[in-house]
Structure formats: C-alpha cells, structure tokens
C-alpha cells in the first residue's frame, strides 16, 4: 500500500488500484496521521483538527472514521485481530507505514540524505525523482483545515529548499545551461531567497553567460535594497567577485580538486554545520517581521518552516541556531497565531532536550527566551504558564551570567512577558523597559531599544503619567524612522488617543465623539499591521472605556466584534439593552482574566458589572484581585485605551462587597 498527500490525498493498492477511503472527514484523519509522522495523535488533537466547533458527539464520529479506515486500509484481516497500519495508541491513533509508503516521508528522506551526503552519487537524480513526485498542493483537497495549511507552508519551504539543493548537486558535477530555465523560475517565484539568486547566477557563468550572471546579481542586489532595504548577505557578494575574477571554486568540484559546494548552492566555503539555508530564511524573517502587515505574517510563517526544516535534519545543534535566531520584539502578551507560538515552542523544547545538560549556555538561553518569548500570557495556563515563566526566569539568570547584552536583552524581552502574573506590576515592567533601553544604548540594539521604549510608554500610561509615557513614545518614534520599523507609529498613535480619552473627562478636553473617531481611525491602521492578536477586540474595548469615563452605558453596536474579551463586556452589554437577567446569568459565567495586559481592565468590568448588579461576592473577589493596583489605570498598561483609575472600580466593589460582609447570594 502506498499513501500520496503530495496534491490531493489518496491511497492506492500494490497493483496501483486506488482504495476507497470514504468522505472529506475520513480522508481528513488519514492525512492527519500522516502529518505526525508516525507519532500518536490524541483523540482531542484530532477532535479540535476536525471540527473548529466540535458536535457533541464528535468522538463518537471519530471513531467511526478510524473504523472505516481501518476496513479500507487492511480489507484482509481477520476480525478481532489488531490492526496494524492505523493503531490504538495511548490516548489516540497512529499511522504505522514504511517512510518508503508515503509520498511526503520519501521526499523528505531525499532531501535530508542529500543534504548529508552531497557527494554520493546519484543524490540528485533521487532528490529529482523526489520532486517529481508532487502532483500539486499538498493537502490539496484539504483546503480550510489549518493544520493543512500550517503544513503546505512548511513543505513548500522544503520543497524550495529541495530545488536548491538538487540544482547544487547538479551544478557541482557540471552541469549549467540545462539549470538555466528552472531556477529562473524558481528566483522569479522566490525573489527573497538569495540562494535562489546565487545557483541561477552561477548556472548563467557555468553556460559562458558572465555578462548575465553578473546582471542576475545586481538584479537581485537591487530588489533587495528597494524592497526590504537590505543589502545583499555574504554569499551574493562573494559569488559577484569569484565570477568577475573567474575563480576556480565556480568550476565542477571534480574538475577543480574541491569538496561538494554547500547544499543550498551558495558559492565558497561554509564552516562545517553551516547549512545556509533554514538559517538564511531566518535571518530574512527577522528583518521582515519589523515590516509588518503581510511581511509580518510571512516572517512567522518563514520562521516557524525554516526551524521544522532544521530539526528534521537531526542537527540539533543547527535547530538551536536557527529557532534563536528569531529573536524579533515581542510587546504584545497575546500571540497572533496561537498554534503556530505553540509549534515553535514544542520545537525549543524538543531541541532543549536533545541537546542536554551540557547544551552550551548561549544556546540554551536563546530556547528558553524563544519559549518565554512565545508563550504568551494570554494563551497559556496551568503547567505551560509555569514552564513559560521558569523559561523565563533561567534565560535570564544564564544571560546575566554570560555577560552578553544581545543575549540579556532577548531574555529580558521573554521576562517581560512573563511578568503578568498578577495585576499591579507596571513597576517592575518599567525597570525591565528601562534595563533593556540601557542594554541597547549601550550596544547598538535599536530593535530592543525600540522595544524597551514601548515597554516604558505601557509603564507610564498604566501609572497615569501621560506625560512620561509622551516622551517615551517619541524616542521610540525617533529610532523607528531611524531604523525603519513601520509598526512604531501605529502603537503611539493609540497611546495619544487613549491620552485624549482620558484628558476627555475633564474640564477643556476633547469631545467623547472625537476621541472615538480617532480610536475608529487608529483601528484602521492596526487592523493592516499584521498583528491580529493585539488588533482584535481591542476597538470596542477602547470604546467601552471611553464610555465608561463619561458614566454612560456599554457600546450596543451588533457590528462590534468584542473578540476575546466578550466574557468580560458582556453583563455591562447585555445591561445597556435591559436585560437584567441574562446580564446576571453572563456576569456568573465570566471566567477569571488571563495574565496579560488587560487583567486589570476585564476585573474591572467585572467589579463594576457586579456593582450595577449587586453581586457582593462577585465584587469581593474582584476587589481581592485589583487592590495591589489601586494606584494603575484600568486598560491603560496597554498603552492604548483606559477605563479610567482601578482605584474607582476597587472602591465602588469594596463598597458592594461590604454591604454584605464579603459575601451573599448575588453573584
């Protein structure tokens, strides 16, 4: 038997006679199984891959898809007899097939011994066949699933990557005018890999076409500068200046008495280990996460193919590098995309433990930061939130002990994150703001540096000190325009918004109405930033706090997407429109507040929601979580949008609470 998920998902029999294998759903699970890789799957996992909103008996569906894959898959076996290809396994299922039965596992085995021996012959021709074994988009008639996509993404950058290591090969053993087209092609599909630039470069040289090459290579210097302002890595200009000097390291390793070019294609030696490829990607994800909009989502995505790509070569050592060289700023404790922050940080710990204790010590800082860094407050709890913070905690502890300031500072961005653990501590967040600004300062790091500027602007809104945070927010802006990071402007346009918020409810402020269309506007430009766990839900909170400092009722607009935060908006929503009693039942339902940025802002919509409701116990345990921020703004540790001082909150919830000794049936 033979499985194909290389285009659309099919299994065929010995003789080529393709199996049955039922509807989407069942063919669904069988892809999925083949994603794991032989590793066990739990029925939940596959449950939440299935259905983004699970029927009540989704398990109960589930089984019978594995039971009717089972028929399909081993027509001949007797009853009550173990299955042997789709297994129980623990607490879910697993595919157990020869790597040589799959499609996508033998494309993978090619690449990765081609990578480990460039030398052995043959190697191109199986990494060709290997190629020609893609009949489309993986997945393909999985198109909406999203663990389908997460994994097109990363076998399209293995498949790029495969392209470039095979025209490598070819290329070392002579070949030159034949390559031509195909990696025209494939430069023109992928104009920001510079090994893409470099193999085209050197199979124009390799056909007698100098005067081409050497345009090819201004091509893409120019393309580079002009589109992502960089210029061109270490690779591209050694290759301009070996094909204007005619250097033997561009002729056929055989002729030229020299090893194997590195497999991405890249002209010259590499040190050993050095696979340019996964890291190169790495490197460009890092500059174009500061771009963002879709260059920030591509950079994740680049990111999160470049690390899977490296661990499957089984070099753990090149997985550290590569997952720690992403070592971008992170402000926001909400992550935009919850599971692949998951994925990398699985990563970072599959490396930690591969490496050991005797991990050298700068490694294992940069995967400790990457999991404090990635997993984010907002979507972590339990046993992920403790293993975040002790991340965070031993990143810091080793970096302080190395001496190294790039290190530090990545740590620092991770203990930062971390430090949500309870409301009130915009405090301790200014001095981590004001160490990492310090750090940069003093070793030319402006992305942390922008970075410890925003962290101080959060501080001093979150402490009502609006001119402080003013002042903050134009050095960020400063180095922004300095060191081209777009997204800096959209952050402090929402800080002097929500300035004017509050400045609004005093005497000689803003109108309500223009503070509101200004947050509208402010939207607008977030809303194209490429950060949709910061943008969503953030409008009508905003809205609800500037409606809150003027004593009126929560925004009842049915357009409004309250996004994560609904639990918390909807007593006071389900109030405006004079429903008391489904106002009552939202406000016994809502959960406690993540850890994160708005903690302070959702316990005091749940204090004043328990107010207007009197539910004494609901207020009492408000006012237990908010009495250490008696002195921050509510929403304002964000540095964008308040709801004016907790203190307001916690002393109208102590007041509640009072009236009935702490406790009572309300709430």
């Not at 309250?562 to 009693?581: F, K, M, N, S």
Request: charged fraction near 25%; include cysteine; aromatic fraction near 4%.
């Amino acid at each position: 038997m033979r499985i194909d998920v290389l285009g659309a998902v099919r299994a065929r029999r010995e003789d080529g006679g393709e199996i049955a294998l039922g509807g989407p759903r069942h063919r669904e699970v069988l892809a999925r199984l083949v994603a794991a890789e032989g590793r066990m799957v739990t029925t939940d996992a596959l449950v939440g891959d299935l259905w983004s909103d699970p029927p009540a008996r989704a398990v109960g569906a589930l089984r019978t898809f594995v039971a009717a894959l089972r028929r399909a898959l081993e027509p001949d076996r007797a009853p009550r007899t173990p299955p042997k290809v789709l297994v129980t396994e623990g607490p879910g299922y697993a595919l157990r097939l020869p790597r040589g039965a799959v499609d996508v596992y033998r494309f993978e085995d090619a690449l990765a011994a081609a990578r480990r021996s460039p030398a052995s012959p043959g190697g191109a021709d199986v990494l060709g066949d290997a190629l020609a074994s893609w009949r489309g988009v993986p997945y393909a008639d999985l198109p909406d699933a999203g663990w389908a996509q997460r994994e097109r993404t990363r076998l399209e950058e293995l498949r790029s990557q495969a392209v470039e290591v095979r025209a490598g090969l070819l290329l070392d053993s002579g070949a030159g005018a034949e390559l031509v087209a195909e990696l025209a092609a494939h430069a023109g599909e992928h104009p920001w890999r510079e090994s893409a630039w470099a193999l085209l470069a050197r199979a124009l040289y390799r056909d007698g076409r100098t005067a081409d090459a050497l345009a090819t290579l201004r091509r893409a210097r120019t393309l580079l500068r002009e589109q992502l302002g960089l210029d061109p890595g270490p690779v591209l200009r050694r290759l301009e200046q070996d094909i204007l000097h005619r250097a033997d390291a561009l002729e056929p390793f055989h002729a030229a008495g020299r090893p194997p070019s590195p497999p991405a294609g890249a002209a010259g030696p590499v040190p050993e280990g050095a696979r340019l490829g996964p890291r190169t990607t790495v490197d460009l994800a890092r500059t174009l996460a500061l771009a963002g909009g879709d260059a920030l989502v591509l950079s994740r995505r680049d990111r999160l193919a470049a690390a899977e790509a490296a661990e499957r070569t089984g070099d753990a050592v090149l997985t550290a590098r590569v997952i720690g060289a992403y070592d971008v700023p992170a402000i926001w404790s909400r992550a935009d995309d919850p599971a692949q922050a998951g994925a990398v940080v699985a990563a970072a710990a599959r490396t930690l433990t591969a490496l050991g204790p005797q991990a050298p010590a700068g490694l294992r800082v940069r995967l400790l930061a990457t999991i404090a860094v990635e997993s984010r407050p907002a979507d972590s709890s339990g046993p992920d939130a403790e293993r975040a913070r002790a991340a965070a905690r031993e990143a810091e502890s080793l970096a302080r002990g190395l001496g190294d300031p790039e290190l530090l500072a990545f740590a620092l961005n991770g203990v930062f994150l971390q430090s949500f653990a309870r409301p009130g501590l915009a405090a301790r967040r200014d001095a981590i703001g004001a160490e990492l600004v310090e750090l940069a300062t003093r070793r030319e790091l402006p992305a942390h540096g922008i970075l410890g500027r925003l962290v101080r602007l959060q501080s001093a809104s979150a402490l009502g000190d609006l001119d402080g945070a003013e002042a903050h927010a134009r050095e960020a802006e400063r180095l922004a325009a300095v060191h081209e990071s777009p997204l800096v402007p959209v952050l402090t346009r929402w800080f002097r918004v929500r300035a004017d918020a509050a400045r609004s409810a005093g005497p000689g402020g803003p109108s309500a109405a223009s503070v509101a269309a200004a947050y509208r506007a402010a939207d607008e430009a977030l809303a194209a930033a490429g950060m949709p766990g910061l943008h969503r839900g953030l409008l009508p909170l905003a809205l609800l706090g500037l409606r809150l400092l003027h004593g009126r009722p929560a925004p009842v607009d049915e357009r409004l997407d309250w996004g994560p935060y609904r639990p918390w908006a909807a007593p006071l929503v389900l109030l405006a429109r004079d429903t008391a009693e489904e106002a009552r039942a939202a406000l016994a339902a809502t959960p406690e507040p993540p850890h994160d940025h708005l903690q302070e802002a959702l316990w005091c919509l749940t204090a004043h929601a328990a107010v207007l409701l009197d539910a004494p116990a609901t207020a009492a345990r408000a006012a237990d979580a908010l009495r250490e921020a008696g002195a921050e703004d509510a929403g304002a540790a964000t540095g964008m949008l308040t709801l004016g001082p907790v203190a307001r909150y916690l002393a109208s919830a102590e007041a509640c609470a009072a009236r009935a000794g702490g406790s009572g049936t309300g709430g």
